[in-house]
């Protein structure tokens, strides 16, 4: 695996491929960034994964600071997964000076659910996306690049982006990765302790429930929403959870859905000091 620090190493060495399979990471990595590697292997002439924690996306109270840093581990499971490239920028080189100019997405779909609860975190992910993919595809004529149905709103904000903005990029969604029981796997996990991790399954059996209450609700859902998101909350309120929210929206945009739409259930929510998110698509 050829590990480029720098922008015009990454471009450099990128120049002689036509269609750059990419996977922007965290790191920390588990089975579920591991699939998306496996799958964007299958979708280009190189495949390329970003190691950078992004200040930007990170509000003053939350966990930049002691984001696991794995860096060995990380390496190891992308040369076994068969990733070609790994771009690994320090944050003097992503941000070299202030970043002044930034991506906003639009309101209605940036400011609700995630953007609702951290305040600017789509315009940091939008911002370091739109760098990160100059970064890969700026000497290429374009490419694919692969996100997690995980982050569901996140995936849906960068498709837009990618629309919006023209960007030769192919943006293909990858299917989130569960432990047995059920759980969402996210960097996240790693916080848990023994009896959080085991109490964490009822984030994604709450949204379960909610996805039956909905379809029960058939022709009555705009109308009954409100009183099956209640109960849903309330349920996970009652088990010691803190829920930001659980909720059924209509899928390409997340807005309110109505009877008929495709519909996605997502979810967050804290337990203990770690907080969780976890969505469902309803075929
Ligand atoms: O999903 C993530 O890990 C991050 O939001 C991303 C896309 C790598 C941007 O920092």
């Known amino acids: 695996m050829y590990i480029a620090h720098t922008i015009a190493d990454l471009r450099n060495h990128l120049a002689r491929f036509t269609r750059p399979a990419f996977v922007p990471t965290m790191g920390n990595l588990h089975d579920g960034h591991i699939a998306l590697v496996k799958q964007a292997k299958t979708l280009g002439d190189v495949t390329v994964a970003s190691i950078f924690i992004n200040r930007l996306q990170f509000l003053p109270h939350e966990d930049f600071d002691t984001y696991p840093r794995t860096w060995d581990a990380d390496c190891a499971q992308l040369e076994a997964a068969g990733c070609n490239v790994l771009f690994a920028p320090d944050e003097k080189v992503l941000y070299p000076e202030p970043q002044t100019y930034k991506v906003h997405p639009p309101a209605a779909l940036a400011d609700i659910l995630e953007g609702h609860f951290r305040p600017g975190f789509f315009i940091g992910v939008s911002t370091v996306v739109i760098k990160l993919f100059s970064c890969v595809f700026g000497s290429t004529p374009g490419g694919v690049a692969v996100f997690g149905k995980k982050d569901y709103q996140q995936l849906m904000i960068i498709r837009h982006m990618v629309r919006q903005f023209a960007l030769p990029i192919d943006i293909v969604a990858g299917e989130t990765q569960r432990a047995p029981d059920g759980l969402a796997l996210s960097s996240r996990n790693g916080y848990l302790s023994e009896s959080e991790r085991v109490e964490a399954v009822q984030l994604s059996l709450a949204l379960k429930q909610l996805v039956r209450d909905a379809h029960d609700a058939n022709a009555e859902l705009a109308a009954r929403l409100p009183e099956l998101e209640a109960r849903a909350m309330s349920k996970l309120t009652k088990r010691g959870w803190v829920p930001d929210y659980l909720t059924v929206r209509r899928q390409p945009d997340l807005q309110p859905p109505q009877a008929g739409d495709a519909l996605v259930a ?18």
């Open 266 to 283: 997502l979810g967050a929510a804290r337990i203990g000091s770690t907080r969780l998110i976890d969505n469902l698509e309803v075929a």
